[in-house]
């Protein structure tokens, strides 16, 4: 399995709060992407790293920011925190390289009350 | 844009029997088509995955996929299906941007055994 850990691993917040998400990676990827997994939706992509201070928008971006300071982490920031982003949080790696494979962490449980 | 479409929300098979999940995709260039799996409160397995060649594509636990061009679809078999296979499968067409090989899943499939 691929060196990839998240934390908190579950979280219960209130509106209004802000959240930090973080990635933890031991593989020395390059890339790393957070999405989102909701019921009748699949997976959807949030905010991707290039690689260190190299970050751009994916699908659902709005409310959330992102941040990455060393290769090995990722943090997603909720800067206020709403119901609408209650949602099981995924992390994945993966090496930049071409055909490549997006491999995921553990996912992080978060309940916006 | 890219989309991916998998037409069956839920599935219920008997143990021992065959099975085969559904996948549609949709985009312009040649396609990077994957297979994951996800066990209740777990992340996603990659299962298989195809970039390019042989179009028929094994994966782990007995799973393989055929790439079909002309359907726009890649959809995964297993012959003789596990109580240990009832999980949530998920496909996902890959494309390279600028920002490396993004993702685009379909809303999944969850599949139940029966014993």
């Known amino acids: 399995d691929a060196g990839i850990t998240q934390s908190p691993r579950h979280k219960v917040t209130e509106t209004g709060t802000p959240v930090t998400l973080r990635c933890h990676q031991t593989e020395n990827h390059r890339y790393m992407y957070w999405y989102r997994q909701d019921p009748g939706h699949g997976l959807r992509l949030i905010h991707y790293?290039?690689?260190?201070?190299?970050?751009d928008k994916g699908e659902v971006s709005d409310g959330y920011s992102v941040s990455r300071s060393k290769t090995e982490d990722f943090l997603l920031t909720l800067e206020s925190a709403t119901s609408s982003q209650t949602s099981v949080y995924f992390c994945?790696?993966?090496?930049?390289?071409?055909?490549?494979?997006?491999?995921f962490g553990p996912g992080t449980r978060l309940l916006v009350l | 844009a890219q989309s991916v479409t998998q037409p069956d929300i839920h599935i219920t098979v008997s143990e021992g029997a065959s099975l085969e999940l559904r996948c549609n995709y949709s985009y312009g260039a040649t396609p990077y088509l994957f297979w994951y799996v996800q066990s209740p409160g777990q992340g996603l397995q990659l299962l298989l995955k195809y970039f390019s060649g042989d179009t028929l594509v094994q994966g782990i636990k007995g799973f393989e996929a055929e790439f079909k061009r002309s359907q726009s679809s890649f959809n995964l078999r297993k012959p003789s299906v596990h109580w240990s296979d009832a999980a949530e499968y998920f496909c996902a067409v890959g494309y390279l941007t600028g920002g490396g090989n993004k993702l685009t899943f379909g809303t999944g499939t969850q599949l139940k055994v029966e014993l």
């Open positions: 994945a790696i993966s090496t930049g390289t071409g055909q490549e494979t997006q491999y």
């Open positions: 790293s290039y690689g260190v201070k190299d970050t």
